[in-house]
């Protein structure tokens, strides 16, 4: 009666950019484009609309309705007892 023994197992290929030939990765550049600078333009995009609702905070807080319903809402959570 004979054994068999299993095939040996190859190591699975990692997965990732280091797995990846310089060749196949230019081909996959030139198809898909480049994609440098993607992630300073995400952050740009972030800053600028975090600007844009402080700069709209700043506008309705200077208005006198809004300041003095926070006012009011101040010295009541300071009101002790009241």
Same mark, same amino acid.
Do not use: N
């Given at each position: 009666?004979?054994?068999? #023994?299993?095939?040996?197992? #190859?190591? %699975?290929?990692?997965?990732?950019?280091?797995?990846?030939?310089? !060749?196949?990765?230019?081909?996959? %550049?030139?198809?898909? &484009?480049?994609?440098?600078? *993607?992630?300073? !333009?995400?952050? %740009?995009? *972030? #800053?600028? *609309? %975090?600007?844009?609702? !402080?700069?709209?905070?700043?506008?309705?807080?200077?208005?006198?309705?809004?300041? &003095?319903?926070?006012?009011?809402?101040?010295?009541? *959570?300071? #009101?002790?007892? &009241?």
């Amino acid at each position: 009666m004979t054994t068999k #023994t299993p095939p040996p197992t #190859t190591p %699975a290929m990692p997965l990732g950019p280091a797995s990846l030939s310089t !060749a196949l990765r230019r081909r996959l %550049a030139a198809r898909w &484009g480049d994609d440098r600078g *993607a992630a300073t !333009a995400e952050y %740009a995009i *972030a #800053t600028m *609309a %975090a600007v844009g609702f !402080a700069s709209l905070l700043v506008v309705i807080m200077q208005s006198d309705e809004v300041r &003095g319903i926070l006012t009011d809402m101040v010295r009541t *959570a300071l #009101t002790v007892g &009241g």
